[in-house]
């Protein structure tokens, strides 16, 4: 297989935040397609998904970080990090989101993002996944269970009025200088 181009991080600016809101109209439609039957899901009278509820708190609250994934210098992605655990209460990152463009997937590019993710910020980590969400499922487990830094790794699953599905919870050691 041929080697994936290259993945880099921005830390997005809040002039990025519209991106982040074009980026969920994607992703909340990849999302809706477990959501047959329920009343989420639908889009409003322009065609458009409700938008994400808890975007300005990645610009105003600590511990939270917004990225932008790239492939080159084009928007391969996203991924949003904040503390909230479900597992535990309160973890040193939580990956919230993470979205990678239809046209990069299967290329390696999800487990380079993931890969300069934990490179940059080491430490506890959970990672919660939607239970019907079987692919994603297959990705984090692999991607997690195979870097060479992550310690301690176990799965729960949870069936609570918070989360319904698996959450991993794993430590990524830090790179040695
Ligand atoms: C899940 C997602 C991030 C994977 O990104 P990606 O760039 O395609 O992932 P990679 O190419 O690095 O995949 C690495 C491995 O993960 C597993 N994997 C990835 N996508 C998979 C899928 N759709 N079905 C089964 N396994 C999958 C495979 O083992 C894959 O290796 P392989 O391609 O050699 O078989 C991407 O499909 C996505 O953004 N999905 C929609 C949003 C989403 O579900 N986000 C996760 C929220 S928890």
Known sequence: MPTPPSVTLEIARLAQRPVFDNLFQLYTHDF?????????????????????PHLDAYWQEEGRV????????????FA????????????????????????YRRGGIGTQAVNA?????????????????????????????????????????????AWNGPVLSYRVSPVRP
């Open 117 to 161: 993710i934990f490179e940059k910020y080491p430490g506890e980590w959970e990672t919660a996944v939607a239970r019907k969400n079987l692919a994603a499922l297959a990705f984090w487990r692999r991607v997690i269970s195979s870097h060479p830094r992550v310690r301690d790794l176990q799965e729960h699953d949870l069936s609570t009025a």
């Open 66 to 77: 917004p990225l932008l994934l790239r492939v080159e210098d084009k928007i391969a992605g």
């Open 32 to 52: 809706s397609g477990f959501w047959a039957g329920l009343p989420r899901g639908d889009v409003d009278e322009q065609g458009l998904f409700p938008a994400y």
């Open 80 to 103: 949003l990090l904040n503390q909230h655990g479900h597992a535990k209460a309160h973890v040193e990152r939580n990956m919230a989101e993470f979205f990678i463009l239809r046209k």
